[in-house]
């Protein structure tokens, strides 16, 4: 056991890659402690798309993006909005976003993103092998739809990083897109599907599977605020909360959004930000329409997901940082479209989401060990891609507290690379 040479493994962060990463620690013997104040799972891990992408590489800057950004901001239905009063706080990580969006940088960064993408899927059901739980994780692929030849075309660029990273899709004409989902409507004529992709039907279910395998495996969940450190040789010796001090060996970063501050104390000062996600939830008794997997609208860029309490729209990003009140206007727009995108989608919305995904400029997570202090590991800032990459970094991360070779180059996703 490895833990035999430890010491207690402090990580902070309850969301879906603290929790993966504190089952997978302790499936390997360490004594580990997870600390959140809020509900295990019930952040931003809750309302995602619910996709485990093979597929995850494109950057969410790619060439061109900033010619565009003006007009999306001028558009009530456009995938992006800021909230001006955040806009001088969030021109520095901006302009960092902005510069990574040229081909070069984009395409080193999905060479780099490429080997997370390839074990994301497996990861995940190497857990739920461990633990049950598999019937969360449904192989049904992804699913992105075109209306036509020109908006197809504009996705050149994405299939050739896909192509790169060694990223499988099949494009599909309207005969075959109509066989693969016969429920969407038939102005859509074009499509890309990703068959290795996965769903997890009720990401928040995912999450608690995670938690209750290693809460029955002796872990413990406190259920406190992590505020500060008190240092020693090696780096952090205490966790200072909102109630009190809690003595450890090793700290795993791990708490999405919130954190920056604690990074910072860390000797990580990263240019850690939010976009902010949102959901709507149509009733729907997964039989009409028919939609058998997560499915990316072209234009107003949002996803359907066929979930197990229903069909749940995400769509958009809105810089606006973590102190704003949620703005659900936008995606209330898209209500409409969605019902035309889905004909026959007559459930009434009986929820209304906004989540804080955890952002970095270059669209790469910070996963790996500190450089400053021995016993701290990051895993944080996985953006758009939390749910899929949570697995991954927890093993990755025990890999490292265990002394094992790399399996994926962690030197594009250290802390210092800012």
């Not at 402090?10 to 603290?18: E, K, L, W, Y």
């Not at 995938?79 to 001088?88: A, E, F, Q, T």
């Not at 040229?102 to 993103?113: F, M, P």
């Amino acid at each position: 056991m490895q833990g035999s040479e430890g010491g207690e493994i402090a990580v902070i962060g309850a969301g879906i890659v603290g929790v993966a990463t504190a089952l997978t620690l302790k499936l390997e013997g360490w004594p580990v402690t997870l600390y959140d104040p809020r509900d295990p799972g019930s952040g931003t891990s809750f309302g995602n798309a619910g996709s485990i992408s093979a597929a995850g590489v494109v950057p969410v800057a790619v060439p061109g993006l900033w010619k565009r950004v003006p007009g999306m901001l001028l558009d009530p239905r456009s995938p992006l909005s800021i909230r001006w009063r955040h806009l001088p706080r969030l021109t520095p990580w901006l302009v960092r976003f902005l510069r990574a969006g040229g081909a070069e940088n984009a395409k080193r960064i999905a060479g780099e993103l490429a080997p997370l993408a390839h074990i994301a899927v497996d990861s995940h059901r190497e857990l739920l092998r461990q633990t049950g739980g598999m019937e969360i994780v449904k192989p049904v692929g992804w699913l992105k739809i075109y209306r036509d030849g020109t908006d197809y075309a504009a996705t050149a660029f994405e299939r050739e990083l896909s192509d790169m990273a060694g990223i499988r899709y099949e494009a599909l004409g309207a005969d075959e897109l109509r066989q693969l989902e016969p429920g969407l409507s038939r102005e859509f004529t074009r499509a890309l599907f990703y068959p290795d992709t996965a769903l997890a039907s009720t990401p928040f279910a995912l999450t608690r599977t995670y938690l209750e395998a290693f809460l029955a495996r002796g872990g413990r969940l406190v259920r406190e605020e992590v505020r500060g450190f008190e240092m020693g040789p090696r780096g952090p010796s205490q966790m200072v909360t909102d109630q009190g001090r809690h003595m450890c060996k090793r700290v795993v970063l791990a708490a999405g959004a919130f954190s920056g501050p604690l990074a910072r104390q860390l000797g990580a000062p990263v240019p850690l930000d939010t976009e902010r996600g949102y959901h709507l939830n149509f009733q729907w008794d997964g039989q009409t329409p028919t939609l058998q997997r997560p499915t990316l609208v072209s234009g107003p860029q949002f996803v359907l997901c066929p979930m197990s309490d229903g069909l749940r729209l995400t769509g958009g990003v809105e810089l606006g940082g973590l102190e704003a009140p949620p703005d659900f206007r936008r995606i209330r727009r898209l209500a409409a479209v969605a019902r035309q995108v889905l004909p026959g989608l007559t459930g009434e919305i009986d929820r209304e989401w906004m989540g804080y995904r955890p952002s970095l400029p270059d669209s790469k997570p910070v996963i790996g060990r500190s450089e400053r202090h021995p016993n701290v590991w990051f895993g944080f800032g996985h953006g758009h891609l939390g749910l899929t990459y949570s697995a991954a970094t927890g093993r990755l991360i025990a890999d490292g507290m265990a002394g094992r070779a790399e399996s994926v180059p962690l030197a594009p996703f250290r802390a210092e690379r800012f």
